[in-house]
Nanobody, 115 residues
Framework: QVQFVESGGGLVQPGGSLRLSCAAS????????MRWYRQVPGKERELVAT????????DYADSVKGRFTISRDNQKNTVYLQMNSLKPEDTAVYYC????????WGQGTQVTVSS
């Protein structure tokens, strides 16, 4: 079955960096677009970043453009999110998926940006 296991979150001060990882299984990872989302309690899940199957094209929400970088390793069935210059408003639970609603969500990884 399809599974996503997100990791790498934590508590970081404003201006700091984190690298999130998402290990995927249960489907042919190298043939699909992958996305990172985030969710704050009481709000809808927000699309943060997208990467094409080969990794040649990426796209970002305006709120993270220039600070976050999405990448993937198709040999390891893993997608990454490098987050730099973190802000308190980046605090959320971060998830990966092919596209919202297609496969069950993983447990996510909590990112907290606070001094």
């Amino acid at each position: 079955q399809v599974q996503f296991v997100e990791s790498g979150g934590g508590l970081v001060q404003p201006g700091g960096s984190l690298r999130l990882s998402c290990a995927a299984s249960g489907f042919t990872f190298s043939t699909v677009v992958m996305r990172w989302y985030r969710q704050v309690p009481g709000k809808e899940r927000e699309l943060v970043a997208t990467i094409t199957d080969g990794g040649g094209r990426t796209d970002y929400a305006d709120s993270v453009k220039g600070r976050f970088t999405i990448s993937r390793d198709n040999q390891k069935n893993t997608v990454y999110l490098q987050m730099n210059s973190l802000k308190p408003e980046d605090t959320a639970v971060y998830y990966c998926n092919v596209i919202a609603g297609l496969f069950p969500w993983g447990q996510g990884t909590q990112v907290t940006v606070s001094s």
